[in-house]
C-alpha cells in the first residue's frame, strides 16, 4: 500500500486469524506491534513474524476487559509509535451460551469484551487518526452479529453491536481520509469452531488474514470471508422471524 | 476483573484417523493447542501428532487424545554465524526452506516430503539422501525441549539429559511432547542441484554404484525397476547429487537463491485398484528410465529433486481407497546382497506393483536408542492394501529378520511384536529411560501398543 505503511498494531493478537493478519500487514511492509493479555505467547508470535518477514515488531499488554486502561494504554501507544497508522481489533471471546443461560452473570464478560472493550479501544482510535486525516481501523466483527440464534445470542448480540459501530465510524471518519473496514468471517478453523457440531465449510485462518489485507488494499467498506458468506447471511436474514425461532441451529 | 476464560482444549472425535498410508485405524479423540502453555501431556493416554506423514500408526493414540502440533509453529530464534535455528515442534520444513533458503541456508537433512514438522522427524529420526554422509536428523539437532508425563520441561541434547535426548530421537512420541527444537541448518549458495542420473544393468551394479564413496555427491539413491525379473532383476538409475555452485545455474536474475516449490499437480481421484496393475507400473517405470536416465547430468531445482511426490497432490490415491502400506527395511553389509535379492523375488514372485522402490546407502548407526538408520543398505516399497498383504508382509518381514535388519517403525502398519527386540538391539535401554520418565504410560500410540514398545 504506497505511502501509507506505518506501524500496524494489532490488538487480541495471539488468535490464529490475528496472527496471519499481522503476518499479511508484515510482508506488504508494515511495521507490526503486537498487543494483547498473554506476552510470553505474543513474544512467540513476534519472534516467528520477525523471521518469516523481516519486519520490525514489538509487544504489549493490553487487558481489553480492564476498560479503564484503554486510555492510558492508547496514549502509550501513540507515544511510542509515531507512525502508528492502522488498528486491528481482533480480540474476542464466544465462552458457552448454554452455561450463561445457567449463570446469567456470565454474559456480561462476553458482552464487554466484544462490545464495551472492542468499541472504546477503536474511540479513542478514531479520534487520533482523524486528527492525523489518515489511518486504518479494521474491525473484526462476525457473522454471527447479524441475527440473534439461540446458540450464541449473547456474542452474536455484542457483534452486532460492533458493527454498527464501525459502521459509524466509518460515516464520521470517511471524510477524513480514514478507512474503517468490517470484517465478517464465517467458519474459521480454530479452537471456537474445533470440534463444534454444525460447523462446515471452515476457513484457514491464514488465507483469512491475507484477505483481510488484501480486502484492507482494495479500501473496502464490508468484507465477508469467505466470500459466500455474504449470499448464506443474506438468506438468514431474509427468514422471517416466525420460522426463524423455530429452526435450529 | 472477571477470571481468565477457561483454557480446557475443545476436542473432536475422529472415528478413522489415518496414518499417511491410508489403511484404516482406531477412533481417537483430537486436541489442537494454539498456544504453547496448552501443549502439556494430561492423564490419559495420548500422543503427538505432527503433520501425520508417517504412513502407519504411529501418530494415532486409539481410545485417547492424539494431540496436534499444526499450530504450534512460531520460529524463535535464528544465529546467522552457527545456522541454529530454534523452533516449535509444529514447525514444518515447508515454512524452513521457503524462510530460509532465500538467505542462503538449507536443512542439513530432509526426509522425501518438506510435509513433516521438526517434531515428527526428531520423534521418527529421520535421514535423507546424504545418511552415508551426514547421518540421521538427530545428529544435526543441536538441543530440543520436551515435557514427559510429569508435566515438566526439560532441555535435551546430546550433553544435557542425554538419555531422554537418545531415546526421543527415534523414540517415537513415546518420551513425550517435544515442543521446540534447535537444529543446524546449512549453507548453500544455490537452491539449485546439480544431479547425475545413471542407469545400471543389475542389483550387483547398483549396489556396487551406491558403495562408491563418492565425496563430491553427499545425495545418492537408486530408483529400482520393480518389474525387471532373471538378470535384470534390481536395475535402477541411481541419482547422485549436490547443491550446485552459482556457475552452474541457468542465468536468469534472482533466481540463485529460489525457495519457492513448484506448483501442486492434483491427484483429483481415487484410482480403481485394477489399473494400478503391473502393466501400468511397468509403462511408468520404463518412462522414467528414459526420460529421466537419458538425461544424464543436468541441473534442477531443490523442490523436484528432494520432493518429487509433494508435486502430486493426494499421490496416496493412486493405489485406491483402501490406501496402501509402505515397507522400509535396512539390511546389513553382510546380508544385503542376498537379502534384497530375496526380497526383488518374492515382489516380482508376488505380482504385487510396487509403485515406489528406493534403495540407498546408510552410513554407520547414529545414537538414538530406536533410531531406524543402521549401516548397510535399505530399501523402500509400496504395496497396495489388496488381500494377503499381511501373509505377504509377514515373508517379508522374515527375510529382514534373517538378514539381521530392520523394518523403519514410522513406515510401518503391520509388524508383528516378536520381532521387535531382534530388529532394535537396544530396546531395554530405551525401556528402562521411559520407565524413568513415564513410568505409568500415559504415551501411547496404537504403533507402541501393537508392538508392545513400551514393555510389560
Ligand atoms: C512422501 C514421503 C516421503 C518420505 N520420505 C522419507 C525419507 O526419505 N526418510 C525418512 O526418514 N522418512 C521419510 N518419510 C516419513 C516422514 O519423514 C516421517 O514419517 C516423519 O516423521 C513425518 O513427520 P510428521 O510431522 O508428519 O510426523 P507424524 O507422522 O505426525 O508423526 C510421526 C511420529 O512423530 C511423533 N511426533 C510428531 N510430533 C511430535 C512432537 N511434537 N513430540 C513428540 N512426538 C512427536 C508422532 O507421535 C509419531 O510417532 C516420508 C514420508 C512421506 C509421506
Known amino acids: ?249 | 476483573m472477571h477470571p481468565e476464560p477457561s483454557r480446557s482444549l475443545p476436542e473432536k472425535a475422529a472415528p478413522s484417523l489415518t496414518g499417511w498410508g491410508g489403511s484404516p485405524a482406531g477412533p481417537t479423540t483430537l486436541l489442537r493447542p494454539e498456544k504453547m502453555r496448552d501443549f502439556k501431556p494430561g492423564e490419559s493416554p495420548q500422543i503427538a501428532r505432527g503433520m501425520g506423514r508417517g504412513y502407519g500408526d504411529a501418530a494415532i493414540c486409539g481410545e485417547g487424545h492424539t494431540v496436534l502440533t499444526e499450530r504450534l509453529d512460531r520460529m524463535l530464534s535464528f544465529d546467522d554465524e552457527t545456522g541454529v535455528l530454534r523452533a516449535e515442534a509444529g514447525v514444518s520444513l515447508a515454512d524452513i526452506l521457503t524462510t530460509f533458503v532465500p538467505r542462503g541456508w538449507f536443512l542439513p537433512v530432509t526426509p522425501g516430503t518438506k510435509f513433516c514438522s521438526l517434531g515428527g522427524c526428531l520423534a521418527a529420526d529421520v535421514h535423507g539422501k546424504n545418511h552415508h554422509v551426514d547421518g540421521a536428523f538427530s545428529q544435526h539437532v543441536t538441543s530440543a525441549r520436551i515435557i514427559p508425563a510429569d508435566g515438566a520441561e526439560r532441555i535435551i541434547s546430546p550433553d544435557k539429559n542425554s538419555d531422554l535426548f537418545w531415546a526421543t530421537a527415534g523414540g517415537m512420541g513415546l518420551t513425550g511432547f517435544i515442543t521446540e527444537v534447535s537444529l543446524k541448518l546449512k549453507k548453500i549458495e544455490t537452491s539449485w542441484m546439480a544431479v547425475k542420473h545413471t542407469p545400471t544393468k543389475d542389483l550387483d551394479q547398483t549396489l556396487d554404484f551406491l558403495a562408491i564413496d563418492d565425496a563430491e555427491n553427499p545425495y545418492s539413491v537408486a530408483w529400482i525397476d520393480c518389474l525387471a525379473t532373471g538378470e535384470k532383476l534390481g536395475r535402477s538409475v541411481v541419482m547422485n547429487g549436490r547443491h550446485a555452485a552459482i556457475g552452474e545455474i541457468p542465468l536468469r536474475e534472482n533466481n540463485k537463491l529460489d525457495g519457492s516449490f513448484s506448483k501442486q499437480k492434483p491427484m483429483p481421484f481415487y484410482l480403481p485398484s485394477f489399473v494400478l496393475n503391473k502393466f501400468t507400473v511397468k509403462a511408468f517405470n520404463s518412462l522414467f528410465n528414459l526420460r529421466q536416465g537419458s538425461r544424464g547430468e543436468f541441473v534442477t531445482k531443490f523442490d523436484p529433486y528432494f520432493y518429487p511426490l509433494d508435486g502430486i497432490k493426494n499421490w496416496g490415491r493412486m493405489y485406491g481407497k483402501k490406501g496402501f502400506v509402505q515397507h522400509q527395511c535396512v539390511l546389513p553389509h553382510e546380508s544385503a546382497r542376498d537379502g534384497l535379492r530375496a526380497i526383488l523375488e518374492l515382489v516380482t514372485e508376488s505380482g504385487r506393483a510396487s509403485f515406489l522402490a528406493v534403495l540407498k546407502k546408510f552410513g554407520p548407526e547414529g545414537r538414538g536408542m530406536l533410531s531406524f538408520p543402521t549401516g548397510g543398505y535399505t530399501l523402500a516399497l509400496d504395496f497396495a492394501n489388496k488381500p494377503g498383504l499381511d501373509e505377504f508382509h509377514d515373508r517379508l518381514d522374515g527375510i529382514v529378520l534373517n538378514a539381521g535388519g530392520r523394518v523403519y517403525l514410522v513406515k510401518d502398519s503391520r509388524m508383528k511384536a516378536d520381532s521387535l527386540p531382534y530388529m532394535y538391539p537396544r530396546l531395554d535401554e530405551f525401556r528402562k529411560v521411559l520407565r524413568q520418565y513415564d513410568p505409568s504410560g500415559k504415551f501411547a500410540s496404537d504403533l507402541s501398543r501393537r508392538l508392545n514398545i513400551a514393555g510389560d
Not at chain 1, 457473522?143 to 464520521?172: D, P
Not at chain 1, 464465517?186 to 488484501?214: N, R, Y
Request: hydrophobic content about 45%.
Open chain 1, 1 to 249: 500500500m504506497p505511502g501509507i505503511e506505518g506501524t500496524a498494531l494489532v490488538l487480541g493478537a495471539t488468535s490464529p486469524m490475528a496472527r496471519w493478519t499481522a503476518y499479511a500487514l508484515a510482508r506488504q511492509g508494515w511495521d507490526i506491534s503486537l498487543a494483547g493479555r498473554d506476552v510470553q505467547e505474543l513474544r512467540r508470535i513476534a519472534a516467528d513474524l520477525i523471521l518469516r518477514t523481516g519486519a520490525t515488531v514489538s509487544v504489549r499488554e493490553f487487558q481489553a476487559e480492564d476498560l479503564e486502561s484503554h486510555e492510558g494504554f492508547w496514549e502509550d501507544c501513540v507515544d511510542q509509535m509515531e507512525d502508528l497508522r492502522c488498528v486491528v481489533c481482533a480480540f474476542g471471546f464466544m465462552g458457552s451460551q448454554d452455561a450463561q443461560n445457567e449463570a446469567p452473570a456470565l454474559a456480561q464478560q462476553v458482552m464487554t469484551i466484544n462490545y464495551t472493550a472492542a468499541g472504546t479501544i477503536l474511540m479513542h482510535a478514531a479520534k487520533h487518526f482523524e486528527e492525523q486525516k489518515t489511518g486504518w481501523i479494521v474491525g473484526i466483527s462476525s457473522v454471527a452479529g447479524e441475527r440473534g440464534r439461540a446458540s450464541n445470542y449473547v456474542y452474536g448480540s455484542a457483534k452486532a453491536g460492533f458493527t454498527q459501530l464501525l459502521s459509524g465510524l466509518r460515516a464520521r471518519l470517511s471524510k477524513s481520509g480514514v478507512s474503517v473496514l468490517t470484517v465478517k468471517p464465517g467458519f474459521v478453523d480454530t479452537a471456537m469452531t474445533f470440534g463444534k457440531d454444525g460447523v462446515f465449510l471452515v476457513a484457514d485462518p491464514k488465507d483469512v488474514g491475507g484477505q483481510i489485507v488484501e480486502a484492507m488494499t482494495k479500501r473496502k467498506d464490508v468484507v465477508y470471508i469467505p466470500g459466500f458468506w455474504r449470499l448464506i447471511m443474506f438468506i438468514i436474514r431474509s427468514v422471517p422471524e416466525k420460522v426463524f425461532k423455530k429452526m435450529k441451529f
